[in-house]
């Protein structure tokens, strides 16, 4: 049975386009919560990239994400899903 996960959709700052990505997993740390995605046209792919973002702010309507601009923030956030998952092969770049 395939495992469903949930969808979100980011609207592109450059663009009014929308992108279907999926949630992989999440972490709450330090009272932040993280988010692990991937694109939804690439998730079957082994070798396709996720990405890890950050809850900026949020309200009834809308969550806004960030990517992590703190290099011993994405590391450490990047230990916290290793210790949730090793399905997971993190290069971070």
Same mark, same amino acid.
């Given at each position: 049975?395939? @495992? ?6 980011? *609207? ?5 386009? *929308?992108?279907?990505?999926? %949630? /992989?997993? $999440? ?6 919560? $993280? %988010? /692990? ?7 079957? =792919?082994? @070798?396709? +990239?996720?990405? %890890?973002? *950050? ?5 009834? &309507? +809308?969550? %806004? $994400? #960030?990517?992590? #601009? =703190? @290099?011993?923030?994405? $590391? ?9 998952? &090793?399905?997971? &092969?993190? +290069?971070?770049?």
């Amino acid at each position: 049975m395939e @495992e469903e996960f949930e969808s979100i959709y980011f *609207k592109m700052e450059d663009s009014e386009e *929308k992108v279907e990505f999926i %949630i /992989l997993d $999440y972490v709450v740390w330090n009272e932040q919560t $993280y %988010i /692990l995605v991937i694109e939804k046209d690439v998730v079957e =792919d082994d @070798e396709a +990239d996720a990405i %890890i973002l *950050k809850e900026k702010e949020s309200n009834a &309507d +809308d969550v %806004i $994400y #960030e990517t992590i #601009e =703190d @290099e011993n923030e994405l $590391y450490q956030v990047v230990e916290k899903f290793r210790e949730r998952s &090793d399905e997971y &092969d993190f +290069d971070v770049e």
